[in-house]
């Protein structure tokens, strides 16, 4: 069992399972070849040889009993903030720079020309504000916690209505629901207009000593066209300025600055909502701003100090890793770098040779495909471009989905696609690797005799 154990296929299960999770299983697995093939034939069994006979069926359990660790894939859907695949990628240079920030102390909370004791949302808070030309800014662990913070920091006594159209009460991942985040907080839900037409005056007829806040809420992953009518930030941030009611704006994406691409027409950016007259905006980190999952929070600075004072904000402060990875993506945006989402939109040349050079290494074809911006941004609103395509079903996606590394495609029209707009250059050897691999299907082989037989 020692020497099994040490055994290169199951020393990597026993790191990422630990030894006793996996000594069990291993243990029932060698009694039964014992009993199958006799002591002797069993304890001749070269270990390595063994071990790596033994190890998928025990992966497989230890994998549905405890779940397996997170692997690096490689996305080719085309979709770039793809939520199930952990949403936008950090800048590899941003990610590479982390370790040295993780492993060790770091200046999180000290002045180091003090030695006082510092806020740890400072540098984040700063940058933040800056880039989005905010009087003050304030990040938390995601934008319902951000919502969530400004709306609670707002509400007081007897003033506890926040405002609404019926056409912003939506549903994002995972079921949440506006009115429901509403509720959480304590607030009460003055809808007003209807789905798909609201106007100034439903807003200012809903106003009363009880408003505390006048909400409005980016559709993020749906539209309603045709008969519609809504309210600009600006007109609402002028109503409520009239009025001494705060204007409080869920950006949801995280647009942290306006971009030229026609598939954000019409989505305004913090920056926007901020030069709109806003008194608070709120948006993702990890979706078009391109860094880790995180709450963005910005506006003028007694709004954002509210927020700051209020309990909820230590409870939905964000750690250092997440303040680590903001600072660094963010000190980008200043610098005026590129992100994945720009690759959306790559040169048309370099990408065109990219797509010849693996079509030539895997037999594919170059094929019309559109990509999408992803995680409820931009619906509907397909960037025209190529892809790879592949013969193949889902057998073919479910292999490349057992990889190494594993990689992630779609089906369009009995073909398997791959979009190289979502995967990184550097990475291209490596899916031609795992696509090569996943291709080669074994022929099926005689039933071996069972052991000792």
Not at 123 to 137: I, K, M, N, V, Y
Not at 174 to 196: H, K, Q, W
Not at 387 to 404: N, P
Not at 414 to 430: F, N, Q, S, W
């Amino acid at each position: 069992m020692h020497r099994l154990l040490a055994a290169p296929a199951l020393a990597r299960l026993v790191r990422a399972y630990g030894r006793e999770a996996v000594m069990r299983p291993l243990r029932s697995a060698v009694d039964r070849l014992r009993s199958e093939a006799g002591s002797a034939a069993a304890a001749g069994e070269d270990p390595s040889a063994l071990a790596a006979e033994l190890a998928p069926a025990l992966e497989a359990a230890l994998a549905e009993r405890l779940a397996p660790p997170l692997r690096r894939v490689l996305n080719a859907t085309g979709i770039l903030v793809h939520t199930n695949l952990g949403r936008v990628p950090l800048p590899r240079e941003v990610a590479t720079a982390l370790p040295p920030l993780l492993d060790a102390s770091c200046d999180l909370e000290i002045d180091l020309a003090t030695g006082r004791r510092g806020d740890r949302n400072h540098r984040a808070s700063a940058l933040l504000a800056e880039l989005a030309g905010a009087q003050a800014a304030v990040v938390v662990n995601n934008n319902a916690a951000a919502l969530m913070l400004a709306l609670a920091a707002h509400l007081g006594e007897g003033r506890r209505q926040v405002v609404v159209s019926r056409g912003e009460l939506v549903e994002i991942g995972g079921s949440f629901r506006i009115p429901e985040i509403l509720a959480a907080v304590g607030a009460e839900l003055v809808e007003v207009g209807t789905t798909n037409r609201t106007r100034l005056g439903d807003y200012a007829a809903a106003l009363g000593a009880g408003t505390a806040v006048l909400l409005k809420v980016h559709p993020s992953n749906y539209r309603v066209a045709g008969f519609t009518a809504a309210v600009g930030a600006a007109a609402l941030a002028d109503l409520g300025r009239r009025h001494g009611v705060p204007v409080l704006v869920d950006e949801g994406s995280g647009l942290l600055r306006p971009r030229p691409e026609p598939v954000f027409a019409g989505h305004d950016s913090l920056a926007e909502l901020i030069a709109a007259g806003c008194d608070l905006a709120c948006g993702s980190g990890d979706k078009l701003l391109g860094g880790p999952q995180a709450g963005l929070l910005v506006g003028h600075r007694e709004a954002i100090e509210r927020c700051r004072r209020h309990p909820l904000y230590r409870a939905l402060r964000p750690d250092r890793s997440t303040l680590a990875a903001l600072d660094a993506v963010l000190r980008r945006h200043l610098a005026g770098e590129r992100f994945p989402l720009d690759d959306l939109w790559p040169d048309p040349q370099a990408h065109r040779r990219r797509l010849h050079a693996a079509a030539a290494a895997l037999g594919a074809e170059i094929v019309v495909a559109d990509a999408y911006v992803g995680g409820g941004s931009a619906p509907e609103r397909p960037i025209p471009g190529e892809a790879l395509a592949l013969k193949g079903d889902e057998d073919l996606l479910a292999r490349l989905r057992h990889g190494d590394p594993p990689v992630v495609g779609y089906l369009r029209e009995g073909r398997a696609l791959l979009d190289l707009r979502t995967v990184a250059p550097e990475d291209d050897a490596a899916l031609i690797r795992t696509v090569q691999a996943a291709k080669i299907v074994p022929e099926p082989s005689p039933s071996s005799p069972p052991r000792g037989g």
